[in-house]
């Protein structure tokens, strides 16, 4: 089987998810040291998870993050472990974030997903099923 497909006990699949979050007000806090921690606690946690982090990037203001997912995990519950983990952790370890925002993280968060087939040959795909 092609390194592009995953596969469990049920299933084959390829779900990869595009994440994107930022600090609380955008405040760019995410350098340095702290960004440096970040990274470790994301790979960290996405191997806890079984999450693959395909590619990362921590920006002042903001994270990138693209993961490879399992189909028996909600993307909501990925990046809120995620996020919790390493808001608890960073606040702890770095008490200029305490005194600076009342949480990390803003509540909202971005989720693309992205794959090998474009939706446009899936949706050909589907309709072309009804003729057969």
Not at 121 to 131: C, F, L, M, S
Request: overall charge positive; aromatic content about 10%.
């Amino acid at each position: 089987m092609s390194e592009r497909y995953k596969r469990n006990a049920g299933c084959v699949y390829n779900i990869k998810y595009h994440l994107v979050w930022c600090p609380k007000y955008r405040k760019k806090v995410l350098t340095g040291e702290i960004a440096a921690r970040l990274r470790d606690l994301l790979d960290t946690k996405a191997i806890e998870l079984g999450v693959e982090i395909q590619i990362m990037e921590i920006m002042p203001d903001h994270v990138h993050v693209f993961i490879t997912g399992q189909p028996t995990e909600a993307i909501q519950y990925i990046v809120n472990q995620l996020k919790g983990n390493s808001s608890r952790i960073l606040r702890q370890e770095f008490a200029e974030l305490r005194s600076k925002l009342p949480c990390l993280w803003s509540r909202s968060y971005y989720a693309g997903t992205v794959g090998h087939v474009s939706e446009e040959t899936v949706r050909k795909y589907i309709e072309a099923q009804k003729g057969k």
